[in-house]
């Protein structure tokens, strides 16, 4: 069973704070991907990984940076947190076989910013 | 610009009937289409898929009807149960190109009894 786990399940941060949600998955997937969930907006796309020290930007990677110094973890930064950043964040993984193109994704952290 | 949209936000279904989600895309480089679930509090979760070569996919209750003409896709769940009730995405990637998947605003499937 693949597994992907976030750090914390909640979190409040104050305007102005570096910010940092951790991911880790067990499965050996080349692949990571961090989302935003809002009401009515879905999931969107902060930044992906191919590999290790590589990055790719989404569709809304402003206000977000990553890193990704091993395989099995990505970590999400907000240099600079701003309320305009609360919400839900999703992390996910996944191998590529074929055609499927399956993420798995950890169970998300609320992140409040006041 | 919403490339997947899902225009339905709820739906509301009878316990034992067929429930229905749309979806629908303008991409027309996007061939692999996915749908999610997700419940309160965790992770969306894999629920059946189809690529461009196909137009139905049937996993169980669930069957995925892809329309590459009208570039729609729906979700059938037959019969409905009380725990299918939670929000379903669907998303779509373009096999050639990057790993990514597109998402719609997702539709909030309530099941009652």
């Known amino acids: 069973d693949v597994k992907v786990t976030q750090s914390s399940r909640y979190l409040v941060k104050r305007t102005g704070e570096k910010v940092f949600l951790e991911c880790v998955q067990d499965?050996?997937?080349?692949?990571m991907f961090w989302y935003r969930q809002d009401p009515g907006l879905g999931l969107r796309l902060i930044y992906f990984?191919?590999?290790?020290?590589?990055?790719e930007k989404g569709d809304i990677p402003e206000g977000y940076s990553v890193s990704r110094e091993k395989k099995e973890r990505f970590s999400l930064i907000l240099e600079s947190a701003s309320t305009n950043q609360t919400s839900m964040y999703l992390c996910?993984?996944?191998?590529?076989?074929?055609?499927?193109?399956?993420?798995?994704f950890g169970p998300g952290t609320r992140l409040t910013v006041l | 610009d919403q490339q997947v949209k899902q225009n339905s936000p709820s739906l509301s279904v009878q316990e034992g009937r067929i429930s229905i989600l749309n979806c629908d895309y303008t991409n027309s480089m996007f061939d692999y289409f996915l749908w999610y679930k997700k419940y309160p509090a965790e992770g969306p979760t894999f629920l059946i898929s189809i690529s461009s070569i196909k137009d139905k996919n049937e996993d169980g209750r669930f069957t995925v009807f892809l329309n590459k003409s009208a570039k729609h896709l729906s979700l059938h769940i037959v019969p409905s149960q009380p725990g299918d009730s939670a929000v379903y995405f669907c998303a779509a990637s373009e096999i050639q190109g990057a790993q990514k998947l597109v998402f719609g605003q997702g539709t909030r499937l309530t099941i009652n009894p």
């Open positions: 996910a993984s996944s191998f590529r076989r074929g055609y499927t193109d399956t993420q798995y």
């Open positions: 990984s191919y590999d290790v020290k590589m990055k």
């Open positions: 499965m050996d997937h080349e692949n």
